[in-house]
């Protein structure tokens, strides 16, 4: 129940951080002598030896328990078109993008509703402690999640949102994002509201931003539209950087840098829930990972040189597929590519 607490919470680093902090030989000594005052005898079971042993134990027994919970997340891959609702009992649910269901606990307590593309949260459910839920949006999917407290979520593809099925009345609206979301977030100035987006935490009580924040790319971005936002690090936790409309800040996850401003249109970055892809001066070889990501394809370059030619376009995928897309930019730069019935793309100079 410890484990599992301290993984709910985000405090494993923490705790880790305190068992390596401790004083092992001191902490032994300080032991024995409290054994010695207890007025029935001891039987010692361990040798002197083996302390080293139970603080080691207990350290791989914490691994394992973590690595194993995300080994078992990890298997629930996503498959085609499947968007999953990963329930507080690990329970995997399947939304159909055509289809409607409930969201239901444990407790046979219903807590939302899905129709379509969109899953809603009650926010008069009776629920009293944090529970969490996830939900993972695949390759070529965008969805819509409306939290219990009225915030929207508009979700890009390649998405995953971990957050509460309510939120407790005197903590802090926090939610966890890998990938890409829009949010409209419910002015509450009793209870910020937290984006936890890998290396950068977004911290506002009520306000509409855009935070891109997928694995595979290099920064973190947040866009303001509307409000404001206070950003700050896990690198520098203590130094908030106020963002203003229409401006982006900008956190290199590879270095030890403070997050950089730019005024920019926010259109350009908030336009993908509107199905369109965009891109100004950005090398080839991240548009492929944005490619992959909208049009559900794997794209495997063979032209090297290509990587470091920066493009700048504006393609809406309701009109224009994945062909439409290669062609145009082939025509800028010359190159020459095969799209197969699985959706693998393979380009040659």
């Known amino acids: 129940e ?102 239901v606990l444990n407790s ?26 996830k939900i993972r949006i695949p390759y070529g999917k965008t969805f819509n999640v409306t939290l219990s407290d009225g915030t929207q979520v508009y979700m890009n593809s390649g998405s995953t949102l971990k957050f509460p099925v309510r939120f407790i009345n005197g903590k802090k609206r926090e939610v966890f994002l890998e990938g890409e979301a829009y949010f409209d977030v419910t002015k509450d100035k009793l209870h910020p ?78 336009n993908w829930m509107k199905g369109e892809v965009a891109f100004k001066g950005v090398g080839f070889e991240e548009i492929i990972s944005n490619l992959e990501r909208t049009y559900n394809v794997s794209i495997t370059n063979n032209y090297k040189e290509l990587n470091k030619v920066k493009f700048s376009g504006s393609f809406d995928k309701k009109l224009e597929s994945i062909n439409d897309v290669m062609d145009a930019m082939s025509k800028i730069h010359t190159f020459n590519y095969k799209l197969t019935e699985t959706n693998l793309i393979t380009i040659t100079k």
Do not use: C, H
């Open 2 to 103: 410890l484990i599992n607490n301290l993984f709910q919470d985000g405090l494993v680093e923490e705790a880790l951080s305190f068992i390596d902090s401790m004083d092992i030989d001191k902490n032994w000594e300080e032991l024995q002598v409290m054994l010695k005052r207890n007025s029935k005898p001891v039987v010692p079971l361990w040798k002197k030896s083996m302390k080293y042993a139970a603080v080691l134990i207990a350290l791989l027994g914490m691994f394992f328990l973590f690595q194993q919970k995300n080994i078992d997340e990890s298997e629930v891959k996503l498959s085609g078109d499947e968007i999953q609702l990963v329930l507080e009992n690990g329970e995997v649910q399947i939304l159909k993008s055509s289809g409607a269901d409930e969201i």
């Open 108 to 133: 046979g307590q219903v807590i939302g509703n899905q129709k379509g593309t969109e899953l809603k949260y009650n926010s008069t459910s009776g629920v009293q402690e944090l529970v969490y839920n």
């Open 193 to 270: 509201f937290v984006v936890n987006a890998n290396a950068v935490r977004v911290r506002v009580l009520g306000t509409k931003f855009n935070v891109s924040s997928y694995a595979e790319d290099k920064n973190v971005n947040t866009v303001l539209v509307e409000g404001s936002v206070a950003l700050s690090t896990i690198v520098r936790p203590n130094e908030n950087t106020m963002l203003k409309p229409g401006y982006k800040g900008t956190f290199n996850k590879s270095g030890n840098t403070a997050i950089s401003l730019e005024k920019v249109d926010t259109a350009f970055y908030t």
